[in-house]
């Protein structure tokens, strides 16, 4: 199907495991982008990169890992999850930053719950 | 620190009626600015995007507008219906990504 697909859709963890959320795009759009909606705080991006190999920070990088080894995937990595990274993350595509392609589109979202 | 403000919080009005939603942004120097829907437990749709060079897009019912100068977006929803309930967020891009924390509307029939 074409895309953004997300995986897990709903994922219960327990603190200190190691979490991979899977994001997958068919469009073969550079840019790539993971935030996380909290209540109260909105959306917040947390990593994104411009193309394969090239991820830079966002607004609440701390306690994630980034990469992205082929275009169509940017897999977001929690090391070690805490309560705090309880949330709802998306993941989102665009072929490009400024001009008519930054449109960006999104996934359905990973609710993740950490215990 | 970027913010993105987005005002009221909460809207409710009755079927037919036309309705701004207001998007305000601290810095002028965007790339462009672009407004989404959330249904509940849903993604984001996005609604339009405008380049920081223009003033406003259409798309059916929508119109959005763009005042870079001082720092604020409306997004002018015409006629409307209740299956036009949902919250609506905007997103303004300076370099990165910063999004308001949306309206949430409600279109009673």
């Known amino acids: 199907d074409a895309g953004i697909t997300q995986s897990p859709r709903y994922k219960i963890t327990e603190t200190g495991r190691q979490v991979t959320l899977m994001c997958h795009q068919t469009?073969?759009?550079?840019?790539m982008f993971w935030y996380r909606q909290d209540l109260g705080h909105g959306l917040r991006l947390i990593y994104y990169?411009?193309?394969?190999?090239?991820?830079d920070k966002g607004e609440v990088p701390d306690g994630y890992v980034v990469s992205r080894s082929k275009t169509e995937n940017f897999p977001l990595t929690l090391e070690s999850a805490t309560r705090s990274q309880t949330s709802v993350y998306f993941c989102?595509?665009?072929?490009?930053?400024?001009?008519?392609?930054?449109?960006?589109?999104f996934g359905p979202g990973t609710r993740l719950t950490v215990l | 620190k970027q913010e993105v403000t987005q005002i009221p919080a909460a809207l409710s009005v009755p079927e037919g009626e036309n309705l701004v939603l207001n998007c305000s942004f601290t810095?002028?120097?965007?790339?462009?600015l672009q407004w989404f829907r959330q249904d509940p437990g849903k993604g984001l749709t996005s609604l339009l995007l405008?380049?920081?060079?223009?003033r406003e897009q259409t798309s059916g019912r929508l119109n959005a507008s763009l005042d870079k100068s001082s720092g604020r977006s409306t997004l002018y929803i015409a006629a409307s219906q209740p299956g036009d309930s949902a919250t609506y967020l905007c997103?303004?891009?300076?370099?990165?990504?910063?999004f308001g924390s949306g309206t949430k509307l409600n279109v009673k029939p």
């Open positions: 989102a595509s665009s072929d490009s930053l400024a001009g008519d392609g930054g449109t960006q589109y």
């Open positions: 469009w073969s759009h550079s840019y």
């Open positions: 990169s411009a193309a394969a190999d090239i991820t």
């Open positions: 810095d002028s120097a965007i790339y462009n």
């Open positions: 405008i380049q920081s060079s223009q």
């Open positions: 997103a303004v891009n300076f370099n990165k990504f910063y």
